[in-house]
């Protein structure tokens, strides 16, 4: 072998280590951060609960109980829900705690 044929050997080597890594990398994250769309489908059931009754008490569903980070999470996620496609529809929010309430303000 040639010092061209062993130099290409080597970054070719170098380039599979490095993309291995890299795809590890990449399986590591979407096992730990991969999305399973309850908060989704949460939003999805609280936006048909405010149109039902009118108003909605927003609660996340974590296991071992709402942290008030996560219903922060998911009262932001509701927000932005109803501004991007119910934008037409008055809504107030109180915020008592860390418990979000929604209601449809009638004109």
């Known amino acids: 072998m ?3 044929q062993q130099r290409l050997s080597e970054a070719q080597i170098l380039h599979l280590q490095r993309e291995e890594e890299f795809n590890k990398k990449m399986k590591e994250a979407e096992e730990g951060l991969r999305a399973t769309g309850r ?3 949460l939003v999805d059931r609280y936006v048909q609960e405010l149109f039902h ?3 909605v008490i927003l609660r996340d569903h974590h296991e071992g109980g709402s942290s008030a980070a996560a219903n922060e999470y998911l009262a932001n996620k509701f927000e932005d829900r109803m501004a991007r496609e119910h934008e037409e529809i008055v809504v107030k929010y ?3 705690g860390s418990i979000t309430t929604a ?3 009638k004109d």
């Open 2 to 4: 040639n010092s061209e």
């Open 39 to 41: 908060t989704t489908r």
């Open 53 to 55: 009754h009118g108003e």
């Open 103 to 105: 209601r449809i303000i």
């Open 94 to 96: 109180n915020n008592a």
